[in-house]
């Protein structure tokens, strides 16, 4: 058992060893795929400067690393001391369940070692991860078509109006309106970290994490889709994830990801004639206000340009200045730079 807080060097050593010791002690995240994983994860070790630690899977995430498919650092029996698990497995086969403490205490669980376990692994308490659980069993009925109250009782809600305000509070809508949950997290690029939006129809947001108009793009795009934004993992982030990496290995030319890009008519016509971009070609802003039949409107098409919500995928970084020159980019010339560069040398 460790009872302090390890050095990284000890770290990476027990890494190497795949060490069990460690586990619930550390989660590594590897810079170069974007992979966190357990300290007892059977795959390629990555050199020392490639890694970065965290205390739990929670953090990981937050950094924009997403769940290695070998060790599988987020299923709770693998990673979970062997004490806990018999609770777990009572709450994966009963999720509408309210534990309270003296049922814990009936069990045989420490209702605070319980608690602390919860608060050290997960950043929130045991009761709002039960609450949390139910909530998004709750959702997922109601997106399959179950009505609301018949998703709220069988959650384990005694009132409608009870399920009804915790839901609000946690999606930001209420249940049964036309809105959505759009998934957001942090996902490593060799250009730096960027945020990541997506709904099971597709991706919506793709955006570096210092862009100065990103605020503005959250704001928009929540309005446009009546949705709220909730962070946490998706499927579509990892497809999404694997073929940037694919496209930054020079191994891929373009995309295959369902788009979602609400915006004025004029917008739509601007980045669709992007898409028709092919890789390694750049167009003038001249050039594209003609694709879009207005060759005058070279203000309005880089004025859509920049409104853009999805780079790389959607390559606003493809169009230059009429003299070749480079200019105009929301996530900042060097990365346009960059990008093209990559391109032109991977074609």
Request: glycine residues 8%; proline residues 5%.
């Amino acid at each position: 058992m460790i009872s302090s807080i390890p050095s990284i060097d000890e770290m990476y050593q027990a890494l190497l060893d795949k060490n069990s010791q460690y586990e619930g002690v550390f989660i590594v995240g590897v810079k170069t795929t974007g992979i966190f994983c357990r300290p007892t994860c059977t795959a390629r070790k990555p050199k020392p400067e490639n890694v970065e630690f965290f205390p739990n899977t929670k953090d990981a995430l937050a950094n924009g690393y997403r769940a290695c498919r070998i060790c599988r650092p987020m299923k709770e029996y693998q990673s979970a001391p062997d004490w806990l698990i018999p609770l777990l497995k009572k709450i994966e086969s009963e999720p509408q369940k309210k534990w309270k403490d003296y049922e814990l205490n009936q069990m045989g669980f420490s209702p605070s070692r319980v608690r602390r376990y919860f608060k050290k692994t997960h950043g929130i308490t045991f009761q709002a991860y039960l609450r949390m659980s139910r909530i998004n069993g709750a959702f997922s009925k109601i997106k399959e078509g179950q009505t609301v109250t018949q998703s709220a009782f069988e959650q384990g809600y005694d009132s409608l109006s009870g399920f009804s305000e915790t839901f609000k509070n946690m999606t930001g809508f209420s249940p049964g309106s036309q809105g959505q949950i759009i998934t957001i997290n942090r996902i490593p690029t060799p250009l730096g970290p960027m945020m990541i939006g997506v709904t099971d129809e597709g991706l919506c947001l793709l955006e570096f994490t210092d862009r100065k108009m990103l605020e503005t793009q959250l704001s928009t795009l929540k309005k446009r889709t009546k949705s709220e934004m909730v962070t946490g993992k998706h499927p579509m982030i990892d497809k999404v994830s694997t073929q940037l990496n694919e496209y930054f290995d020079g191994k891929r030319k373009k995309f295959d990801i369902p788009l979602i890009a609400p915006g004025t008519d004029f917008q739509q016509k601007v980045w669709d004639a992007l898409n028709q971009i092919p890789f390694g070609v750049t167009r003038s802003y001249k050039q594209q206000a003609d694709v879009v039949g207005d060759v005058k409107a070279v203000r309005a098409v880089a004025r859509a340009n920049g409104e853009n919500r999805i780079s790389i995928i959607i390559p606003c970084h493809r169009i230059i200045g009429s003299d070749g020159s480079i200019v105009g980019y929301g996530g900042g010339i060097h990365r346009k730079q960059w990008l093209l560069k990559h391109e032109f040398e991977n074609q």
